[in-house]
């Protein structure tokens, strides 16, 4: 059985050899998960595997048996279940989006650093968020938004 956004998943058989990314889109009509290169070097399509960032083109459902998986729709606030996320009220703060196709791959990731590191320098950003790419170039505004959810001053500038 798999965890989705907190609700339990019945994989039909015929299914297990489905892409997560195809699942959620295609499936349980989650699309906020984008589907970019398919060889998982793009980041479009993170998700949260057990709270780590993983590309979900690469994962297939059958090797997933009892994991958590949490898409973009199915990020809470941890304060708050009525609020944005720190890191999405940081990305509207920031006025990072621009044509916004890659926005939850990064918003993932970034929620997944956040997690293991509370207080990124910049170097600590790039790193992290390396797999993701903009397309608009918006990297700027992503790093900058990422120490805004911190609630921290960018380091290492």
């Not at 960032?53 to 690469?58: I, L, P, V």
Request: hydrophobic share 35%.
């Amino acid at each position: 059985m798999l965890y989705i956004n907190d609700k339990q998943v019945e994989i039909p058989d015929e299914l297990s050899d489905t892409p997560l990314v195809q699942f959620l889109r295609d499936y349980l009509d989650l699309t906020g998960t984008k589907f970019g290169c398919g060889d998982g070097l793009c980041g479009a399509c993170t998700v949260h595997v057990n709270g780590s960032a993983a590309r979900s083109c690469q994962l297939v459902l059958k090797d997933l048996a009892t994991a958590h998986i949490t898409t973009i729709e199915g990020l809470k606030n941890p304060d708050r279940t009525d609020a944005l996320h720190p890191v999405q009220d940081a990305w509207i703060k920031e006025a990072v989006p621009q044509c916004g196709y890659c926005q939850p791959g990064q918003i993932m990731s970034a929620t997944a650093l956040l997690i293991e590191n509370p207080q990124p320098t910049d170097a600590e950003i790039s790193e992290a968020m390396s797999g993701n790419l903009c397309r608009c170039g918006t990297y700027p505004r992503i790093r900058k938004a990422i120490h805004t959810a911190a609630g921290g001053q960018a380091h290492d500038k």
